[in-house]
């Protein structure tokens, strides 16, 4: 998926395995990977291993997000919860580097993914779920154009504690709104000197 900003393209360890890692050392004090149910690693090999097996995976299916058009790997996002049948797609395994973090190509991405999911696939419900104490995530979600649908109290244990998950989703029918605010937003004219000029919030509510 190649847009602007970024390219996202499949995840393969001995490829983006080191770069990542050394992105993601952005974080002393790894507080990047308190609301992951894995890592931190200990070094890129232990990263790579982790990463390996999920080359194949048809559930989930996760991505590399590049900046530029083939720079290094500066983030991950996945497509899971894969349901063709009832047309309902989830996105997760969301890991940005400070790199990435609120920069065009980090709302670019979801966008990507976005667009692939309902343009290209067809399909009919997209989910992002996160730790209901992830406040940066609820936030991004509600940013990007999800609905909050609820919270789903001790939904799992994750490591060692109780986790409540919320949930967020984007229908069918809402898709073009969110679509037409998000690519607005995503025009260089937006943006001066690598800061944007209007807040992707101004273009969703004038959508709704």
């Known amino acids: 998926m190649l847009g602007r900003y970024c390219r996202l393209e499949p995840?393969?360890?001995d490829t983006h395995a080191a770069p990542l890692f050394a992105a993601y050392g952005g974080h002393p004090d790894e507080s990047n990977w308190t609301y992951l149910p894995y890592g931190p690693f200990e070094s890129a090999e232990d990263y790579a291993a982790w990463v390996r097996p999920m080359e194949a995976s048809f559930d989930p299916v996760p991505f590399a997000i590049l900046e530029g058009a083939g720079g290094a790997a500066i983030g991950v996002a996945s497509y899971l919860r894969v349901n063709p049948e009832q047309g309902s797609i989830e996105v997760g395994h969301v890991h940005y580097s400070p790199a990435l973090q609120r920069s065009a190509a980090a709302t670019e991405a979801m966008y990507l993914m976005m667009y692939r999911a309902f343009e290209e696939l067809g399909y009919r419900r997209y989910e992002w779920k996160c730790d209901s104490r992830?406040?940066?995530?609820?936030?991004?979600?509600?940013?990007l154009g999800f609905r909050y649908e609820g919270t789903f109290?001790?939904?799992?244990?994750?490591?060692?504690?109780?986790r409540d998950t919320a949930w967020f989703s984007i229908t069918g029918e809402e898709w073009p709104a969110v679509k037409s605010a998000l690519t607005q937003w995503l025009?260089?004219?937006n943006f001066e000197a690598g800061q944007q000029k209007r807040p992707l919030r101004s273009f969703m509510a004038a959508k709704r």
């Open 187 to 189: 025009e260089p004219s």
């Open 11 to 13: 995840l393969v360890a």
């Open 134 to 143: 992830n406040v940066p995530s609820r936030a991004a979600a509600e940013r």
């Open 153 to 162: 109290r001790n939904a799992m244990v994750m490591k060692g504690r109780n």
